[in-house]
């Protein structure tokens, strides 16, 4: 919704009742980039469940067979470890499978695995789009350009995160860094690495679906073995990227989670320093 | 803003130079700054009573979303995954599997449409070979059927069913050496050295019929893993039939097959996942409609060009 209608809607209201104080906001998300934010946590829920089902049919962490079980897999080495050391865990029916049974659709499935994961993967790219378009729409891309300042900015936001426990435990204050900028360093490194982590994603994807057609592709990122290697590490980005995430928006209240779903903000304060320097 | 101090200073610098050029230089850079510059975000009063509205209406279609959303994904993982997280109702459904499908078909029409006959899959040279595993799916057959093995031919454009040894086959036609990587469903690859007819050669010799656009590739000797008849049968469309990179291998490492890898004749498609590439081919057999297939039975693709 674009700003002129807010502006018409608030006349008509202020004209009914002028005497109802009005709410200062700040547009924050264009509707495409919510409806794309949020579309994208079952798309990629989906993508790295199935990723890891089809993992399991040929991990690329492996070792020489283990002369008792016959093992290669690191994946479930480590679901073996897990069910010996976990309390509660000792009873464990499969202890190779623990990693394939609570980090994706399940172990031996694979073709259903790799239909839900072509399915999510033309939902993941067509969501991509519908993100670019909003960023574009609603001019939001601008945000999101790193710029050199964040290097040394980007310290400051590190010594304030690391600060913050001790001052807390210290009850002293401690003052988060001032920025003018709609993200501070850090989340603008998160939020620009990420489209750039889907856009890999998806190249490594097409290279290692189709790696002779699109061999030149492959060979971008080292060969089609390489591309797998790829593949699989870009999911931990958004592995990373998502805990983090989730913490932080809960920390900061719930003006910036109900942004995401509304699209405006109450915290104006910004913009109006930005406004006062032009 | 940052980028209006900047684009000031360096206009600052450039009056001493009085040269046109690099006034219009630092005009466009400003306009440049200014374009990806960020902009703040225009502060609008609204009446509360809008903001409600739209706020409540926001929060429901989202809700409404996140609703749906849980019942796609109740809709579309497989039983065994939803019974794990507890819910033990039978969600399978023919639309389930009609929707997967469908799925599955446009990635298949992706496929058919990067395909074309002119582009060659990439070579190597043999110092990149790697080990190449019997991936037999079941047991490895019995290597007796070698002996009395023959070729069959059916849906020739003569309307005969010609039967071939692996003798007049190395006879007739001459031998392609290449070595491709073959990449299987399972996400492993190897590069292998192989040499063979042409797939081409054999449909110039023996021409399918004219209506045929489809060849079903079969292997009656494959076992089952508990050792019992399990043949083996697979669609391949004739364009990638007719690719120059496909041959009917004879030869692997520079040596007959061994029984391991489908002596002595099995399919050789650097352009189709591993599981088309069938060993010990028994016959093929030219048809119009696409036929049935081993693998697209048990939910891969049928297609599966890469």
């Given at each position: 919704m674009s700003n002129s209608t807010l502006a018409d809607c608030e006349a008509k209201s202020t004209n009914t009742l002028p005497e109802q104080p009005g709410v200062l906001v700040v547009r924050k998300h264009h509707f495409l980039v919510r409806l794309s934010h949020w579309l994208n946590v079952p798309i990629l829920l989906g993508l790295i469940l199935s990723g890891i089902s089809i993992y399991?049919?040929?991990?690329i962490y492996q070792h020489k067979p283990?002369?008792?079980?016959g093992n290669v897999d690191v994946a479930a080495d480590i679901g073996i470890w897990i069910c010996a050391h976990v309390?509660?865990?000792?009873?464990?029916?499969?202890p190779p499978d623990w990693i394939y049974n609570h980090?994706?659709?399940?172990?031996?499935?694979l073709a259903l695995a790799l239909r839900l994961h072509w399915l999510c993967a033309y939902l993941f790219m067509l969501n991509g789009m519908v993100y670019a378009a909003g960023l574009l729409m609603g001019g939001g891309w601008r945000s999101l350009l790193p710029r050199w300042s964040d290097l040394l900015d980007a310290l400051r936001m590190f010594r304030y995160y690391l600060g913050f426990p001790f001052a807390k435990l210290a009850r002293r204050q401690w003052l988060h860094p001032l920025f003018n900028?709609?993200?501070n360093a850090l989340q603008r490194a998160a939020y620009s690495s990420v489209p750039v982590a889907g856009l890999l994603s998806v190249a490594t994807g097409w290279a290692i679906h189709k790696p002779m057609q699109l061999h030149r592709l492959a060979a971008v990122f080292g060969g089609y073995n390489a591309a797998r290697v790829w593949h699989f590490w870009l999911m931990w980005i958004y592995i990373q990227f998502v805990v983090p995430h989730v913490i932080l928006v809960f920390a900061d209240g719930s003006d910036t989670l109900r942004s995401m779903i509304?699209?405006?903000?109450?915290?104006?304060e910004r913009s109006e320093v930005v406004a006062n320097e032009q | 803003m940052n980028s209006d101090e900047k684009g000031g200073r360096l206009k600052g610098k450039d009056?001493?130079?009085?040269?046109v050029g690099s006034d219009v230089k630092s005009a466009s850079v400003t306009k440049l700054q200014r374009f990806f510059g960020e902009r703040p975000l225009s502060a609008v009063e609204m009446a509360p009573r809008i903001l409600r509205y739209q706020s409540r209406r926001d929060f429901l279609v989202f809700g409404a979303g996140a609703l749906a959303g849980l019942a796609g994904a109740g809709f579309l993982l497989p039983q065994e995954t939803l019974s794990r997280i507890?819910?033990?109702?039978?969600?399978?459904?023919?639309k389930k599997e009609w929707f997967l499908n469908k799925a599955l078909r446009i990635d298949d029409d992706v496929a058919e449409a990067l395909y074309s006959v002119n582009r060659r899959v990439p070579t190597y040279t043999k110092w990149q070979i790697t080990p190449l595993k019997n991936?037999?799916?079941?047991s490895t057959p019995d290597p007796r059927y070698i002996s009395g093995w023959k070729l069959t031919l059916d849906g020739l454009a003569s309307g005969l069913s010609i039967s071939l040894d692996i003798r007049s086959l190395l006879i007739r036609f001459s031998v392609q050496e290449q070595i491709t990587r073959l990449v299987c469903v399972e996400g492993w690859s190897a590069i292998a050295w192989w040499a063979g007819l042409r797939f081409d050669d054999l449909l110039r010799a023996y021409p399918p019929m004219s209506?045929?656009?489809w060849a079903r590739v079969e292997s009656s000797v494959n076992l089952d893993a508990s050792g019992n008849p399990d043949p083996y049968f697979m669609s391949l469309d004739l364009a990638t039939a007719r690719h120059p990179q496909t041959l009917l291998a004879t030869h692997f490492n520079g040596q007959p097959l061994t029984v391991d890898h489908g002596a002595p004749l099995r399919l050789l498609v650097p352009?189709?996942?591993?599981?088309?590439?069938?060993?010990?081919?028994t016959r093929i057999t030219y048809v119009a409609e696409e036929p049935r297939d081993y693998w697209a039975e048990r939910g891969y693709s049928r297609y599966d060009g890469i």
């Open positions: 399991w049919a040929s991990p283990d002369p008792n079980t309390p509660g865990l000792h009873h464990y029916s499969s980090m994706s659709l399940g172990p031996g499935m900028t709609k993200y509304v699209g405006w903000s109450t915290r104006v | 009056i001493p130079s009085t040269g507890g819910i033990h109702r039978n969600m399978n459904s023919p991936n037999y799916n079941g209506q045929a656009k352009v189709k996942l591993g599981l088309k590439n069938v060993k010990a081919i």
